[in-house]
């Protein structure tokens, strides 16, 4: 039991240790920055995949190469007894029956390197991913709070690699000349959703942490809604962009603005069930991808006026370049349908799909964590 004190007995007080300058930033030291170019280098291999995965797809290679092979599929046929096994798995399959009938071995050998590089090409970045991760690891240079969120990525990576298989392995099947769109439009979506990933971390690494919980303070909540519900509608017509590819929706109804001189294209319901319109018709598909599209451009206007009302100069200027990538997209888009999407149009398509997520992405973030600016810069 401790002694009652005088009231005249003088305390003294256990110092207490002084807190460490900088704490919530301990850890950079650099290592945020080394993070930060390893996963631009990440980036930059993920869109060259989206690209290669785009012609592989426009010049009919997908089916190519029959067997998923992880390691061994990473040798290329390296004799004419290679070369005449892989040419006569090929010739087994439906595609070659009922659409390449008589292709000569040459001919094979062009599909069968855009799908061989596609495949190494993921290779490739997940052996760039496991490097960088476990290089991270064991020399403690990985920045606290980031091992779960760099590990989900490479998760992700490989979940990819699965579901690719998954989607050629449908176009094996009796009947088919080509993927399935379902999975088509899931491999996609899920490329531009590890892409999306990849340029929100670089984002938040390229400021120290203090200086990101400073920033939050004066985010611009509304314009960050706005921003995020552009973002979902625009991967959402992303999505619905892969089922048109799937079903070679865009080489039909090349009239803009009308299809087929009407609003609407004929036989809109002409399956059965009729929910299978909506994903297997190309008039239907390619309708509600264009309505989509209107969509994305209105709500882009909506987000670009009210970004005129921040002071920020930087976010500003965000919502501009998402506004111009999205016109430029919708351009874009009504020359690809009006000349039958042909593959060196259609590849910039695709390639503008990538500029717009990441663009309002960086205009998310900049509403959520503005850049600090200066009362003179601030004036109109």
Request: glycine share 12%; aromatic share 12%; charged share 15%.
């Amino acid at each position: 039991m401790a002694k009652p004190r005088s009231i005249f007995e003088e305390v003294t007080q256990t110092a207490k240790p002084a807190a460490t300058p900088g704490g919530v930033t301990r850890d950079t030291g650099g290592a945020r920055r080394l993070v930060r170019g390893w996963l631009m280098g990440l980036f930059a291999l993920v869109v060259t995949m989206i690209a290669v995965g785009g012609m592989t797809r426009l010049t009919d290679s997908g089916l190519s190469i029959t067997e998923w092979a992880p390691l061994s599929g990473a040798i290329p046929p390296l004799s004419a007894q290679d070369w005449a096994r892989e040419f006569d798995a090929y010739r087994q399959i439906p595609q070659y029956e009922l659409m390449n009938r008589g292709m000569s071995l040459e001919e094979f050998k062009v599909i069968y390197w855009w799908e061989w590089g596609h495949r190494q090409l993921g290779r490739v970045i997940g052996l760039v991913w496991a490097i960088g991760f476990f290089g991270l690891l064991l020399t403690r240079k990985m920045p606290v709070g980031w091992t779960g969120r760099l590990l989900g990525l490479g998760a992700l990576g490989g979940t990819q690699g699965a579901i690719g298989w998954w989607m050629v392995h449908s176009g094996l099947q009796e009947g088919m000349i080509s993927v399935a769109s379902y999975r088509l439009a899931t491999h996609l979506g899920l490329a531009f959703l590890i892409l999306g990933l990849i340029a929100w971390f670089v984002f938040k690494l390229g400021r120290e942490q203090a200086q990101l919980m400073q920033a939050r303070r004066d985010g611009d909540r509304k314009l960050k809604g706005m921003a995020t519900g552009l973002l979902h509608l625009s991967f959402i017509q992303i999505v619905i962009g892969a089922l048109v590819a799937g079903i070679d929706a865009g080489r039909n109804y090349i009239d803009w603005p009308l299809m087929a001189g009407g609003f609407l294209p004929p036989n809109v319901w002409v399956l059965e069930p009729g929910w299978r319109n909506l994903f297997e018709n190309d008039g239907t598909v390619q309708f509600i991808h264009r309505m989509v599209g209107y969509l994305v451009l209105a709500l882009a206007i909506g987000a670009w006026a009210a970004s005129r009302r921040t002071a920020r100069l930087a976010t500003k200027r965000a919502f501009d370049w998402v506004l111009v990538a999205i016109f430029a997209q919708i351009v874009l888009g009504i020359v690809t349908v009006m000349h039958s999407s042909p593959w060196y149009i259609a590849i910039w398509h695709q390639l503008g799909a990538v500029a717009v997520l990441t663009l309002v992405l960086r205009a998310r973030f900049l509403a959520m964590y503005p850049l600090p600016q200066s009362v003179k810069a601030a004036k109109p």
